[in-house]
């Protein structure tokens, strides 16, 4: 399918389709950038290999890789929705040369600082570990307000129709839950 709308494009000369590699290092050394259009990933760290080497990346500002792409100094970020931002992307560092150097030499600087001892597990334990003996923090009164917002709310008469919406979907789950599953449902009655 990609082979083909490469055709339709023009572009099919230009276009290699390598498919998975076991070592894809050399295909990332031969890029001048290199995209992560991921949408769903916790942390991005195809997007960290990219920059370790010194590659500029764009990337989906959907994923993990929007907390490591600096936009504008390490790469651009796109919304996969909207292709014409990623293509522009591309545009700018075809078109400025410069720009991709730059971005090149600060994406790596960045990515050995995020491999640094600050971002590593140890610390993240030893922060753990010290704020497990600090005194317990008390909520901020705006933050004591927004909870009691609900009970105002309902209290006045506004969440009535809610309640009684929520209610009834309650009672349909528990009754679809008791036909499904009669005996799961009556243990955890039992246990509650």
């Avoid at 907390?67 to 909207?82: A, H, M, Q, R, Y």
């Avoid at 129709?161 to 528990?174: A, D, Q, Y």
Wanted: proline letters at 6%; charged letters at 20%; hydrophobic letters at 45%.
């Amino acid at each position: 399918m990609l082979k083909a709308r490469a055709s339709r494009l023009g572009v099919a000369d230009r276009v290699s389709i390598v498919g998975e590699q076991a070592n894809p290092y050399p295909y990332i050394a031969a890029a001048d950038v290199c995209v992560t259009p991921s949408g769903i990933e916790a942390f991005g760290r195809s997007t960290l290999e990219y920059m370790l080497v010194g590659k500029p990346v764009v990337a989906s500002e959907g994923g993990g890789s929007a907390e490591l792409v600096v936009p504008g100094e390490t790469g651009f970020l796109f919304n996969p929705d909207e292709t014409g931002a990623l293509a522009e992307s591309l545009a700018a560092y075809a078109s400025e040369p410069r720009l991709l150097e730059a971005h090149a030499a600060a994406a790596a600087q960045r990515a050995g600082s995020l491999m640094s001892h600050d971002f590593s597990n140890l610390a993240a334990i030893e922060r753990l570990k010290h704020t497990a003996t600090l005194e317990p923090y008390r909520l901020p009164n705006i933050a004591r307000y927004w909870f009691a917002l609900p009970g105002h709310y309902f209290s006045a008469g506004a969440g009535q129709r809610i309640t009684v919406s929520f209610l009834l979907t309650r009672v349909r789950g528990r009754v679809a839950n008791l036909v499904r599953r009669p005996l799961g449902a009556i243990r955890r009655r039992l246990r509650r």
